[in-house]
């Protein structure tokens, strides 16, 4: 079972902010950067944000990343009808000894 | 370009093992700070890693999968191969390989294989 925390779902209209957040612990998020990916339905996830606050190239500056303390968010600013799609956080974990996934947040645009 | 991508079987029977294949192209294993990890993803559910494999030969697995997998590498074939043991229903998934990078620690999957489904039936 995932060790990390996410919302099952979040919304919003084309344009609007929307925020997720991915709640974990002292061994996982507190100890190390947090990545956050996308996966399209039906593909393969993509990294969309790395070491906490990184892009790579060419993903679109409306997404943004933090972390504090033991939770971190992921924003999605300017909303549009692509960013549809499930959105998983993930770090590793210093007690586990391994990488650990958020529970998946399904970002609906209305 | 960095590609992978998974290769084996579609179906499985129960207690059979399961042996993938990732075949990656666009950087070495044996690069320094190069690994490979295999997550696999239900249907319909979230993520879940289940091993890595890194540029040293260090490996590292899921603790609730431990005895049942083994991670190993063919640096000269560009491959990464993942056994697990007594394959359940309960295993039908998804099976992803993804280039693992780890500068200090941590580390991240990108890129990722496009993914091969297992279903594990009689």
Redesign the interface.
């Known amino acids: 079972q995932s060790v990390l925390t996410q919302p099952p779902s979040a919304s919003g209209t084309p344009g609007q902010r929307v925020t997720i957040s991915c709640s974990g612990s002292i061994s996982n998020i507190g100890s190390e950067t947090v990545n956050w990916y996308q996966q399209l339905p039906g593909t393969a996830p993509k990294l969309l944000i790395y070491s906490n606050n990184q892009r790579p190239s060419g993903v679109p500056d409306r997404f943004s990343g933090s972390k504090s303390g033991t939770s971190a968010s992921l924003a999605i600013s300017g909303l549009q009808s692509e960013d549809e799609a499930d959105y998983y956080c993930a770090t590793w974990d210093d007690r586990l000894n391994g990488f650990v996934f958020g529970t998946g947040t399904k970002v609906t645009v209305l | 370009q960095v590609t992978l991508r998974e290769s084996g079987p579609a179906l499985v029977k129960p207690t059979q093992t399961l042996t993938l294949t990732c075949t990656f192209s666009g950087f070495s294993l044996s690069t320094s700070g190069m690994c490979v990890?295999w997550?696999r993803q239900p249907p319909g559910k979230?993520?879940?890693?289940l091993a890595?494999i890194d540029w040293d030969d260090d490996k590292?697995?899921?603790?609730s999968l431990k005895t049942r997998l083994t991670i190993s590498k063919d640096t000269s074939k560009n491959q990464v191969v993942l056994t697990m043991t007594n394959m359940d229903p309960v295993d039908t998934a998804t099976y992803?390989c993804a280039r693992t990078k780890v500068p200090a620690?941590?580390?991240?999957?990108?890129?990722?294989?496009?993914?091969i489904l297992v279903t594990v039936s009689s």
């Open positions: 990890s997550i979230a993520l879940e890693w890595r590292y697995y899921s603790t992803y620690g941590g580390g991240w999957f990108d890129p990722w294989g496009q993914g």
